[in-house]
């Protein structure tokens, strides 16, 4: 089965940026997906296809994918972006849906 | 504005079965598919099946085949999951999410969450 591996946590200050690698066997060849998850909530979406924001998701949100390697990106980053964040893509080869091991971030 | 409202908390002994209810509004209802993940607790995010709330066909994780059973109620836009042969290991936080509105593949909404305890 189609594996994802993340990082286990991201430490990052106050304005800077953090940046949440998601490794896969040629994971750009598929669309990646990422969802921010707070203590006691659902996850939320934060972008799609790659690169695309849902409305509501700032713009310092961003996301890239190419070989082996899916990275978003969270700029100017604040107090609030503390999180756990998961990618996600669909194998088309199993017709499954396939997580992320998951990042902490912790805004120093 | 879409919702997906879920049903409430359950505790069940080894064995038995539990059935999570999902149920939409502020949307059409068979116009999306319905994704099961799960969260044991402390863990990540465990993807366990997917139904096209159209025509109910269903695609199960391969470890849940044969345990669980993912249903649609068209007339009432209400999704639910049943899981048989609880054991401690199945604890976690249940959650329904629909393929989301720029393709299928992502989950764009997603339930509040139910949590089963399984415990003897």
């Known amino acids: 089965s189609y594996v994802l591996t993340q990082p286990p946590s991201v430490s990052v200050a106050p304005g800077k940026t953090a940046r949440i690698t998601c490794g896969g066997n040629?994971?750009?060849?598929?669309?990646v997906h990422w969802y921010q998850q707070k203590p006691g909530q659902a996850p939320v979406l934060v972008i799609y296809?790659?690169?695309d924001r849902p409305s509501g998701i700032p713009e310092r949100f961003s996301g890239s994918n190419s070989g082996n390697t899916a990275t978003l990106t969270i700029s100017r980053v604040e107090a609030g972006d503390e999180a756990d964040y998961y990618c996600?893509?669909?194998?088309?080869?199993?017709?499954?849906?396939?997580f992320g091991t998951g990042t902490k971030v912790t805004v120093l | 504005q879409v919702q997906l409202v879920q049903s409430g908390a359950e505790v069940k002994k080894p064995g038995a079965s539990v059935k999570v209810s999902c149920k939409a509004s502020?949307?059409?209802?068979?116009?999306?598919?319905i994704s099961w993940v799960r969260q044991a607790p402390g863990q990540g995010l465990e993807w366990m099946g997917w139904?096209?709330?159209?025509?109910?066909?269903?695609n199960y994780a391969q470890k849940l085949q044969g345990r669980v059973t993912m249903t649609t109620d068209t007339s009432t836009g209400t999704a639910y999951m049943e899981l048989r042969s609880l054991r401690s290991d199945d604890t976690a936080v249940y959650y329904c999410?629909?393929?989301?509105?720029?393709?299928?593949?992502?989950?764009?909404?997603w339930g509040q969450g139910t949590l089963v305890t399984v415990s003897s």
């Open positions: 502020g949307y059409s209802f068979t116009s999306y598919g």
């Open positions: 996600q893509v669909w194998d088309s080869s199993s017709d499954l849906y396939v």
């Open positions: 139904i096209s709330a159209s025509i109910g066909n269903t």
């Open positions: 040629n994971i750009g060849s598929k669309s």
């Open positions: 999410a629909r393929d989301g509105s720029t393709g299928p593949e992502s989950f764009d909404y």
């Open positions: 296809y790659d690169s």
